[in-house]
């Protein structure tokens, strides 16, 4: 992740699952700011291969990981004996063999997520559908085995089609409360294989669009289904209550520094919202709590980067300013702001105060150890201490290097178009009769 000039990074997660050097299992949550899941290896050395998955869910664009939480029920109301760190939800994305269904999320329904999963300790074979209603922090089973699946009316409608990978059904499931209960609807005469559950235009119509097939001889087929009449009527104001994406471990509704309260529909009134509807949605801003910081350029936290303080990223040699000719400069405390984020006060003055360096000295600054504010208990970096972007002068550095590396390239763009300018104007005159290596520039015969 960059810091907010785009000009520092440091890592994030380690061990991405990838594909082919352009396939990454890295998604953003559309509708949820700051949200993102990822797949990760878990390699218990650098060269294993075939190494367990497993998923990982942020709710701060990256500052802090974690795994994420298992429904307490499966699908029939039966208890599920998983708990967390030993047993997690885990999603089927890009690189797995049902990339075409993954996490799917919408800008038109902020909070609500639906994924292709698993159950266990890593990633397994055999994908559910499951859904969470409120921004990624709670689960829950809505659908056994793997369903195309699709929005409609800004959320209040969800459509799901058998698979084909599976099976061939006659028949879709649609809910008008967010997959709490799903009815059946008969769309063809004959068992159909649907590739494709779409709607046209985006996912505020009511109207969806299923393409396949029904046997090897029958060509691409398109049923088109109206879920106009599945709705009790027009939603009116009373119909919809204010929503905030909650962040359970602050135990207070901020996202990025932010109070966000959006306008939702309620679950049980299965009105039609239409696509006219405009969310209501408002920003008040939130105190800075230790989750609204990430580690700073040359640090890392420690556990593959979803636990612990920030701590002296050993892959990143340090940098001494002292060897610039300064006599004094800034060191960082291992923490900055997360990019995007809106917070104000709180432990920022803490956390990120850096520790004055004299070239030569001793140094001045924050001691080692948990510094407790509002916000709650800081972990204070362990780390070995290293010149961050707290400090000004790395960051004139920086853009001086910048600077000079362009410098360069344009020297060398420039000697060669003179370069190749010289070549053609001597061919040219070659051309025309002139020996340009003769020293009386005598003509010659043509």
Known sequence: LSDSSGVLYSMSLSDLVQEGGTTFDLQMIEGVNGTMVANQYVRSSPSQTNSPIRTLITFNNGGRWRLIAPPDVDVNGNAVNCEPPSCSLHFFMDTSDYFRLGVYAQDSAPGLIVAHGSLGAQLSTDPDVYISRNGGITWSETLSNSWGMNYLDHGGLLVAARDYHQASSRVLKYSVDEGLHWQDYTFSNVNAYIFGVITEPGETTTIVSLYGWTSDSSGWLVWTVNFTLAFSGLCIDNDYYTWSPWDERLNEACTLGYHINIER??????????????????????????????????????????????????????????????????????????????????????????????????????????????????????????????????????????????????????????????????????????????????????
């Open 265 to 446: 529909r309620k679950v049980s009134v299965p009105c039609l919202n239409s696509r006219s509807y405009v969310r209501d949605t408002n920003f008040t801003t939130c105190t800075c709590a230790s989750e609204d910081f990430e580690c700073d350029f040359g640090f890392m936290r420690v556990d593959d980067g979803i636990k612990g303080p920030c701590v002296t990223d050993d892959a990143i040699l340090p940098f001494d300013l002292c060897i610039t000719g300064a006599s004094v400069y800034n060191k960082s405390s291992g923490y900055r702001r997360v990019a995007g984020d809106g917070c104000v006060g709180g432990v920022e003055a803490v956390l990120t105060a850096p520790t004055t360096v004299v070239c030569g000295g001793p140094t001045s600054g924050p001691t080692s150890g948990s510094t407790s504010s509002s916000g709650g208990s800081v972990p204070a970096n362990s780390g070995s201490g290293y010149t961050g972007t707290q400090s000004a002068s790395i960051g004139v550095l920086a853009t001086l290097f910048v600077i000079a590396v362009v410098v360069v390239c344009v020297m060398v763009a420039v000697i060669v178009l003179l370069f190749l300018k010289l070549k053609k104007a001597r061919m040219n005159y070659q051309r025309v009769g002139f020996d340009i290596s003769d020293e009386d520039d005598a003509p010659v015969s043509l």
